[in-house]
């Protein structure tokens, strides 16, 4: 079933005057079905981020759409979109972006307190998502009292709470040493296996070799993609690194 229709998404910035224009974006098209975990990658400046935002509705292409769950995400009053990213999207972010004045418990539970929730409704979905990140004798510390990896655990907690259809993660490994990465990677698998979909942009080679799918953005389109099939993280790494190979130098797509 899919769940994301990204189709002919282009961006185009200009400056304040309207002298000078970039266009960050030509035409992507890509979709996401259901439970998959896809990562994007791409050199600085390819465009990766300017997606991230637009499919995270934080922008607004100049051209395309972007249809989560049959909704046009254009179509969503300007209003409403806070509402509407709390409610179907969840975030995870490269330094985690907790409130040091909140206990993890209070920082995972807040986008339920926002959306108006139950107290026993929190703890019901709090309860489960803690004991299965490994982090409930943690629920009551502060983020400056654990470490990255308990804190980007709370992050995944705080994402997964409000149940969404799509989480985002923007280079969730680039602030942890590499085990803890490697900690987060397989925690990433465990909720991807539970149905959950993912879409990560990573600048990370091993990160991406845990996706399903790797989609790699050079000078505002899509120069390719990778399905995982049958291959081991290992076998896939080697693929990706080829790609980002021929991304680097210029090559032309195989």
């Not at 890509?30 to 990658?41: D, W």
């Not at 409000?162 to 987060?184: M, Q, R, V």
Request: glycine residues 8%; without cysteine; hydrophobic residues 40%.
């Amino acid at each position: 079933m899919e769940i994301l229709k990204v189709s002919d998404v282009k961006k185009t910035y200009a400056s304040r005057f309207g002298g000078h224009q970039v266009q960050a974006l030509k035409g992507v098209t890509f979709s996401a079905e259901k439970g998959e975990y896809v990562a994007i990658m791409g050199e600085s400046g390819s465009g990766k981020t300017t997606l991230l935002n637009i499919l995270a509705a934080l922008d607004k292409p100049t051209g395309g759409s972007v249809i989560l769950d049959g909704v046009d995400l254009s179509s969503v009053r300007e209003n409403a979109l806070a509402a509407f990213r709390r409610e179907n999207l969840g975030f995870v972010f490269q330094e985690f972006n907790l409130l040091d004045t909140f206990s993890l418990r209070d920082n995972i539970l807040l986008p339920l307190v926002l959306s108006g929730v139950s107290a026993a409704e929190m703890e019901r979905r709090a309860e489960p998502i803690a004991a299965s990140l490994g982090i409930s004798d943690l629920l009551d510390k502060y983020p400056y009292e654990v470490s990255g990896g308990q804190k980007q655990r709370a992050a995944v907690a705080r994402a997964l709470i409000t149940e969404p259809k799509l989480i985002l993660a923007d280079e969730p490994t680039g602030a942890l040493d590499s085990a803890s990465a490697g900690d987060l990677l397989r925690v990433f698998e465990q909720v991807n296996r539970a149905g959950q979909t993912i879409l990560m942009v990573t600048h990370s080679t091993d990160a991406a070799s845990h996706a399903n799918r790797v989609l790699f953005i050079r000078d505002g389109v899509l120069f390719h993609q990778i399905f995982r099939g049958d291959s081991t993280n290992e076998a896939l790494y080697k693929k990706i690194s080829d790609t980002l190979t021929l991304l680097r130098t210029g090559g032309e797509r195989k």
